[in-house]
């Protein structure tokens, strides 16, 4: 904090702290080292990082605290300690099924309830806790495009934008965020698009989970008595480690097995396929309202380190204190290598169609990490390593 009465603060969507000059309300950015003029993109990219801090300060999460471990003994307190210890011990292990998220007896007997697969859906997306960064779809408009294709009247317009949008290609985040805007609205064909460029893994795997069962686990892989999209989860991201998912060979021969044994439902969906086939542990640097890994860079250098054999997954059977703590520090090591330096005016020689690519993508990873739940979602919970929870 500074000690200058006349400078606040304002924090960017991956956590830095940018000074902000009370007189002028302008931002007060870093000196740039290389030389580069900078001017012609200054009233935009500020108004942008004020946009940004503002998404993240209206969060539903704003007030979310995390339990913290409280170390020592208050007279007349009930003491933490074993409380924390039992909750640092689920990380040591793969989630047990059903104690993620499950489903009631009650929420399962309302979902049997609902009579229509239009209903069914909704409900699906709704419980996914996925929602739309990129265009405001209301609660009511969730599922209102038909298997058939036919839109609700109401939400002609909505529908028109989102379709226009799904194939968007201006980078890998926007691809998946109007893809998944089209699957909320009721063309899951979209919900998933690229899972090789992005940071938000959790966010790609909760769509990927809602995919299935809204499928029936069918995809473009389906072969005769094998579902695709099931056989594709385990494959691409069990079998390779993909996507902030533990590379788990064993796991992945069981999920194998359902994708060649499973049968949808009557309505074509498998809505309590995370019963049947677990959840899994989801590394994702973008929580807490803040997206320390947009682009996924991070996890893809600790993956490629994984892969050489420099540190172990913390996710393994076999990690130990000592090499947890490695992975923690290559981890810590990254980010400061890697962050996204929004304290740097942008440069006047950057194209216009780059610059506003940059200021579009720092705005919808503001979003993401503003409506992101702070444990992950029901089927791509957060995993942490046990050591850094006392941090």
Request: glycine share 8%; aromatic share 12%; net charge negative.
């Amino acid at each position: 904090m500074s000690g200058n009465k006349d400078i606040y603060e304002i924090y960017t969507s991956n956590g830095l702290i940018l000074e902000v000059d009370k007189n002028t309300n302008q931002i007060i950015f870093d000196k740039r080292e290389d030389g580069r003029e900078v001017g012609k993109y200054t009233q935009e990219y500020s108004k942008a990082l004020f946009e940004a801090h503002n998404i993240k300060q209206n969060s539903p999460y704003k007030d979310y605290q995390p339990q913290y471990l409280d170390p020592e003994f208050h007279t007349g307190e009930k003491s933490t300690l074993l409380e924390f210890k039992d909750w640092q011990s689920i990380y040591l292990k793969d989630p047990i099924k059903g104690s993620i998220a499950p489903w009631t007896k009650a929420e399962k007997a309302y979902y049997k309830s609902l009579k229509t697969k239009k209903e069914r859906y909704k409900y699906l997306v709704i419980r996914s806790g996925i929602r739309s960064v990129v265009i405001d779809i209301p609660y009511e408009a969730i599922g209102a495009v038909d298997e058939k294709g036919n839109v609700d009247p109401k939400y002609e317009k909505l529908y028109r934008i989102v379709d226009d949008n799904k194939h968007n290609l201006r980078s890998s985040l926007f691809h998946n965020e109007w893809g998944m805007a089209a699957g909320i609205l009721g063309d899951y064909k979209y919900l998933a698009n690229d899972m090789f460029q992005n940071g938000f893994n959790a966010r790609f795997i909760q769509a990927t989970i809602l995919y299935i069962q809204l499928s029936g686990g069918s995809s473009i892989l389906d072969k005769p008595n094998l579902l695709g999209a099931i056989y594709g989860y385990a494959d691409i991201a069990v079998g390779s480690g993909l996507v902030g998912v533990h590379k788990n060979p064993l796991r992945e021969q069981e999920i194998k097995t359902l994708a060649k044994t499973l049968k949808p439902d009557e309505f074509g969906m498998l809505p309590f396929i995370d019963e049947i086939m677990g959840v899994d542990w989801v590394i994702d640097y973008n929580k807490y309202r803040i997206a320390r890994d947009e682009f996924g860079s991070m996890y893809k250098a600790l993956r490629s380190d994984i892969v050489e054999g420099k540190i172990k997954d913390p996710r393994d059977i076999d990690s130990t204190y000592e090499s947890r703590r490695e992975f923690d520090h290559h981890r810590g090591g990254y980010y400061n290598g890697m962050v996204n330096a929004y304290g740097y005016d942008i440069p006047n020689d950057r194209s216009e169609e780059s610059a506003q690519l940059r200021i579009d993508s720092m705005i919808l990873t503001a979003k993401l990490a503003a409506l992101t739940p702070p444990q992950g979602y029901p089927n791509a919970p957060y995993y942490f390593t046990p050591e850094n929870l006392e941090w």
